[in-house]
């Protein structure tokens, strides 16, 4: 990135850092997302061996978890219950006629490629993944500080 962009970048992770205080934490978690992107949410969620061996279950716990077909077997639903769910004919045509009004309402290759053209500078400003893939590997969150930085450049 050019020097003007980076200092502006970091100026905006200043901004976004403040804002991200004021936030719930659902606000939070969705501007992590926009910000950082999937990778945020995959770290968190990353399984280490500390929790995988903490994790494991004795064999007693798992013989009693087990079903057998028996108790598959007496869990049987009843007949009636069975008929009550049946599809009737009423409920088929009634489901035909909203697929039908679905297929009117549908785009065409016709209608996108009108659409597409028409927006000539949409195209223009388009943010390519290149672009928001260097944005986002330059932004780390600092848990610490609970503030967006920019990642320091490998020499």
Known sequence: MADSNTK????????????RVTLSRAERDALDEIVLGAKAEVAA??????KVSGAKISAAKMSAAKISAAKVSAAKVSQPEVA???MTSAKTE???KAKAEVAAHGMTM?????AK???PEVAAH???????SAIRDAIQFDAARKVYILKAKAA
Do not use: D, E, I, P
């Not at 502006?8 to 804002?19: I, N, P, T, V």
């Not at 016709?110 to 009108?114: P, R």
């Not at 388009?126 to 928001?132: E, Q, R, V, Y």
């Open 8 to 19: 502006a970048l970091a100026r905006l992770l200043k901004k976004l850092s403040a804002l």
């Open 110 to 114: 016709a209608k996108v490629s009108a």
């Open 117 to 119: 053209a028409s927006q």
């Open 45 to 50: 969620h990353g399984m280490t061996m500390a």
């Open 94 to 96: 009634a489901a035909s």
């Open 126 to 132: 388009a943010m390519t993944s290149a672009k928001s």
């Open 84 to 86: 009550a769910h049946a």
